[in-house]
């Protein structure tokens, strides 16, 4: 006969600590599954400062940040099964049978709810176009932390960075720190996709050149990565003839994206949004299949933990007083010059009183005024100075005396101020 | 560190420095500073708080950051992280960072524990950032 848990969350990140600890908190029996030996997700190779700045007011480390949650998690009687992978999970008519899969071998869990707090994972050289070998030495940007930061290992002397996303510049400096040449940080696009203060601190406080408009098209190399070519990019990302040049190197790290990770999710027929590759969710992270919660980077990509934290509590809080049931939802919808926003409808037995929004624009933007309507009835209107896709942004409705019935669409809109 | 309001020495009174292009780098917003030093007042635009007046300040005149890194442990596929507890000086970056190559944390440690002192280079200390057994 397996246990019988309320609720299991997969994946003790930030989302699965936050998940967790609301769960229990709301009177769930609660199990939290990880596969590595340690608690904390990404953050325990996150070393540098910036995390918890919404939560705390503070600059913490990843780890200090995650530490915080894990001993909270201690105060509680959550069960935690560490080093600990979540193989399969099969419906149930009454919930969800989990097995495992650990050093002790095969076992079965069941749960009445599963909050899947996966993560995400990063894209790599074969999802990018890079001719050539795949010699060792190319690697990506949190692949590059792991050596560095946990096992104390450079993986390389001479190293080029493609992309200009956040972790890639954090590990330039990471790695100039350490005693390794940063070469240079390349990007196709024309604007750099981290934010302006990694520009500042991790690029030009250490000298780091950036190059924009220019990608890999090459690694040279058998065994041991020797050299990559360079060439610039017209404005379709293609590469130019004749601008190619060889640069000596031993290492490749590669910051070119996050995917959400949800090979679980998918094997329960959760439905995926296209654009943030995550599920399709509702205000509680709820996805299409009842009693399956997402949170966290498993449900989009974040740029900041406080966000994630955020995302899991209401996860494990709406798990925990999961009970089946029709439901009737409500459609968030976002316009033109929006890239996405979440949740991605809204479910209507439970309407809070406050709806938290997430979004990024398309595009880099000046002055822009964001309106939410409901039907004609404008609920919300916020200035915002600057939009910029890497920064997601956080909006919350007050949705008191706001009739929203089945079928209704909330609808963002955007326009410049000028 | 900071001196409120600022004041500059008479040499310092006829001289007009104009920074473009300054980053914030105190919150994820990251406004751009444009800092004008004339008569010896320091203006500031382009800040999205007071905070940016300070850091424009600072970063003209000794530039500050907090530092983050990791020293090794008695597991020699371990590493633990650790950062300062205070900003220090930019300058001093590379000298910590030498005076951290010798540092070896062989007993339990618990988040925020101070790990080695900076005395010899800056005022500070690194304290560890999670928990270690
Ligand atoms: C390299 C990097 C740098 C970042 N830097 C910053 C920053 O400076 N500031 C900031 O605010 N945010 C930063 N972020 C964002 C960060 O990703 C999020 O803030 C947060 O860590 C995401 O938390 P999570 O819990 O969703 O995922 P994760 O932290 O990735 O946790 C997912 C967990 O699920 C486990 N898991 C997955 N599948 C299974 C399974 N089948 N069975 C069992 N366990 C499983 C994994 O082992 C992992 O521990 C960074 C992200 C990355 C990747
Ligand atoms: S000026 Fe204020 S809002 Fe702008 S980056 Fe600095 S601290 Fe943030």
Redo the contacts with the bound molecule.
Sequence with gaps: MSIQFDVAV???????LAAAIAANGAGAKTVL????ARL????K??V?D??GLVRYGERLA?PEYAQRYINELKETDVQVSLL???DKIKNLPDGYDLTLVSAGGLRHIRARAIVL????R?RTARQIAIHGQRPAGVLT??TA?YYTNILGQLPGRRCVVLGSG??GM?MARRLTLEGAEVLGVYEAKSIPSGLPRNIAQCLLDFGIPLHLCKTVTRCFGHARLEAVEIAGVDENMRPIAGTEERLECDALILSVG?IP?NE?AETLGVRLDPVTNGPVCDQNGQTNVPGVFS????SHV?????Y?SES?AAAGRAAASYVPGERLYAELRAGEGFLYAMPQRVELSRVPEELTLYFRSRDERGKTRVSVKLGEKLLLQKRFNQLRPPEMERVTLDLCGAAIGEGGVILLEMEEIV | MLRKPYKASACYERMVIIVKNLICITCPTGCRLEAEYAGGKLTVSGNGCKRGEEFALAELTNPMRSLTSTVRTANPLMMLPVRTDREIPKDKIGEVMKLLRGVVVERPVTCGEIIAGLAPVCDGSMIATCDMS
């Design positions: 997969i994946g003790g990140g930030p989302a699965g599954i990880e596969r590595e904390g997700g990404i953050l190779q996150c540098h910036g995390f990843g600990t992978f979540v707090a996966t993560g995400c990063e940007a949190g932390q956040d972790i954090i996050l990770e679980l949170c966290g980077n498993a974040n740029d900041l933990v406080d994630v899991g």
